[in-house]
């Protein structure tokens, strides 16, 4: 028997989606697949909040971190980072030979828009980078108020990491003026790992034309002209492709709305349980996320212990972001746990993980 996913990902894939995961495959340079990346369009535009492109790589999301970097950026970009995956991502635009500087919050509190503006009034930046939902510290920033001040900059390409949020929080891409918004399908998503996607905009790819090195597997010019001919430059996973499309029309049934909804009410009932149970969010107040709640552990308890027990009776959960904690031990403070509350998870599953929690304190 395998276990439930409480993970922030890759999160419980329902069985109708595994199923399409063997179905026979078919040529990359068929009409047949071309009907089938076709077909995929709509429900990512909507997801997206775009009429625009949203491309697909058959890798996960990080592929797509890179991709951003190295199209658009020749020299420089300003990374905010306010958790281990803001973090990383401004190492991996260092490790690509971009200078990138960073603006940092403390882990739980989420961006601040004023601040991003004071900076880039101070410095041209090719790019800004910042995460949307910090899935380490379960903090969502506020995306229209970076909306607000990146309309002050309007030489900077504003690239958004909307990993775990896309698909479980409303992602009004057009509307905020997004160059770049790129997401994982293994989160909120609910999709086997193994595919991302990623919103671009027409300022984004006319700054891809400018910029040598782009690579090739993630170069974004070569994505958007096969994306033109509902093809994929190279060979894709097409079960994910079908598992996908099978997970497109799950979602048109249940309506975008209602499955935000269905996830602020699993993080609404999650935080009341935090409370109820002597914990405390770790996040700050009015920026926690809709899709996954770290937990301060008030009480000491020993989550790894737990986390153990819970594996034998069928529920993977999480006990905090392991170097993060590992940070607050040394710095003597308290560490996190988390419940992810992601994907196509229900609240009743949520209530069934919490009641169980209840047994160790
Ligand atoms: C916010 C965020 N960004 C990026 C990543 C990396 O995504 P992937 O593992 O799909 O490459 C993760 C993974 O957990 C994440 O939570």
């Known amino acids: 028997m395998s276990n439930k996913l409480f993970i922030p990902g890759p999160t419980e894939v329902r069985k109708e989606i595994l199923t ?24 990512l535009r909507e997801i997206f909040g775009t009429q625009g ?47 990138a500087a960073k603006i940092e919050f403390e882990p739980g509190k989420a961006v601040k828009a004023e ?17 949307h939902n910090e899935t380490s510290t379960g903090t969502a920033s506020d995306l229209e108020a970076v909306s607000k001040v990146m309309k002050n900059h309007p030489n900077t390409l504003w690239i958004v990491d909307a990993v775990s949020s896309a698909g479980g929080m409303k992602i009004d891409t057009d509307n905020l003026g997004i160059d770049i918004a790129l997401a994982s399908g293994q ?56 598992a996908l499309k099978k997970q497109m029309a799950r979602i048109k049934e249940e309506g975008l709305e209602n499955r935000f909804n269905r996830h602020k009410e699993m993080a609404s009932y999650t935080r009341g349980w935090v409370k109820k149970n002597g914990f405390e969010m770790f996040s700050e107040e009015n920026c926690h996320s809709d899709t996954i709640s770290c937990v301060l552990n008030t009480k000491n308890i020993d989550f790894n212990n737990i986390k153990k027990e819970m594996a034998q009776i069928g529920y993977s959960i999480d006990s905090g972001y392991g170097k993060m904690n590992e940070k607050l031990v040394e710095e003597g403070k308290k560490t996190t746990f988390r419940i992810a509350h992601m994907g196509d998870l229900t609240l009743e599953e949520v209530k069934e993980l919490t009641k169980q929690l209840e047994n160790y304190f």
Not at 28 to 35: I, K, L, P, Q, V
């Open 20 to 43: 399409e995961l063997s179905n026979p495959q078919i040529g990359h340079r068929t009409g047949e697949f071309r009907e089938l990346f076709r077909s995929l369009k709509p429900g």
């Open 53 to 99: 492109d949203v491309l697909i790589s058959t890798s996960s999301g990080s592929g797509f971190w890179e991709a951003s970097i190295r199209s658009c950026v020749n020299n420089n970009v300003l990374h905010a980072v306010n958790g281990a995956f803001s973090k990383k991502w401004s190492e991996l635009s260092e490790q690509c030979g971009k200078e």
């Open 115 to 131: 601040e991003i503006d004071t900076v880039l009034a101070d410095r041209n930046f090719e790019a800004f980078c910042m995460v």
């Open 187 to 242: 989160k909120a998503l609910a999709i086997p790992p193994g595919i991302a996607f990623a919103f671009v905009s027409e300022k984004a790819y006319k700054k891809a034309e400018t910029v040598k090195g782009r690579g090739y597997y993630f170069d974004l010019l070569k994505l958007k002209k096969m994306y033109d001919k509902d093809m994929t430059p190279y060979t894709p996973s097409i079960p994910h492709l079908y």
